[in-house]
């Protein structure tokens, strides 16, 4: 099953803790209902052997994070508040935490976090990675957004139908999360069943950060530049140049959905060559700068958008 660890930091709110596992076992529920048996198991852990100091006069004592991982965990989900509280016990959770998650990342399938410190901790980490690992991190800044966080991760794992049947499980809303992703371009489906091309996006996803010419393109499908320039057009309808940018466009907008990281570092994490760049992309894509589509994500008037150009 896959490995759920909740990892409770400072200031967290019991509420985001219970929320995250009754979400996690409802959709447990909802899963055994249709393949027979549960998809996750599910774990919460302190970083020290003390008591974690939440919100108010609340502490969390529960088992700690094991030194040895003997197998795999397929979701990290540091939950944190929204406040500092650096006195005591507070800097050695936070401290253990990031030191935890940086030397077991490899270990790790996703990281996500609840509240400023959840994602003060889990950042630090995740920007220390090897620039090779390009793996996102899955944020809910604000405090007490535990739920919206983990039907977010249920629908990526189990998809969406599973997660509206989890809300209505726990008597939540499904609207204000419907979809994590509010931009998205259609060019994944776009390879008409051509084995080569659908390889090459997954490819190209997972390697945006790097510097990608049509000459690296052509050399994945062993063509010449001339020859996979025409065929790359003549398959998806569009040129690969554009293509790029599309999918760069695609994860920054999950990057400005889910963290609070600036426009700058979003641009160098998805590839573009300077923040000026990914503006003008936002600009001749969205009609709108990458600063009015966080507004907008935040204020909740943005709707699904699936380009296709």
């Given amino acids: 099953m896959a490995q759920i660890w909740l990892i409770v930091v400072d200031g967290f709110e019991l509420f985001d803790v219970a929320a995250a ?69 507070s800097s050695i959770h936070m401290r253990r935490a ?18 400023t410190i959840g994602f003060t901790v889990a950042d ?34 189990l998809g969406q139908p599973i997660a509206i049947r989890v809300t209505a499980q726990i008597g939540a809303s499904w609207e204000p999360i419907a979809t994590p ?3 998205r371009s259609d060019l994944p489906e776009r390879a008409t069943g051509d084995t080569r091309v659908i390889a ?53 907008c999950d990057e400005i959905e889910t963290t609070p990281m600036s426009f700058k570092a979003i641009a160098l994490r998805c590839g573009f060559s300077a923040e000026e760049v990914m503006r003008r992309a936002f600009l001749r894509v969205l009609k709108m700068s990458p600063s009015e589509y966080r507004r907008q994500y935040w204020a909740g008037t943005l709707r699904l958008s699936l380009i296709h150009i």
Avoid: C
């Fill in 21 to 89: 596992m009754q979400v996690f076992e409802a959709a447990n529920v909802a899963h055994s209902e249709s393949h027979g048996r549960s998809f996750y198991e599910i774990h919460t852990l302190v970083p020290a052997p003390t008591p974690v100091q939440g919100a108010g006069s609340a502490f969390l004592n529960a088992r700690e994070l094991p030194s040895n991982m003997s197998e795999a965990v397929h979701t990290a989900m540091v939950i944190g508040g929204a406040a500092w509280n650096m006195l005591g016990n």
């Fill in 98 to 115: 990031r030191e935890w998650i940086l030397e077991h990342r490899s270990q790790i399938g996703r990281i996500a976090s609840v509240g």
């Fill in 124 to 157: 630090a980490a995740h920007q220390r990675a090897a620039p090779s690992d390009t793996r996102r991190l899955w944020d809910a800044v604000s405090a007490s957004s535990g739920m919206k966080l983990a039907l977010k991760l249920v629908a990526d794992d």
């Fill in 181 to 183: 992703f509010r931009f």
């Fill in 200 to 252: 090459l996006h997954a490819w190209m996803v997972e390697n945006l950060h790097k510097r990608l010419s049509v000459n690296t393109l052509a050399e994945r499908l062993s063509m010449t530049p001339r020859t996979f320039g025409r065929f790359y057009l003549r398959t998806t309808g569009i040129t690969p140049a554009r293509a790029l940018e599309l999918l760069r466009l695609s994860r920054a």
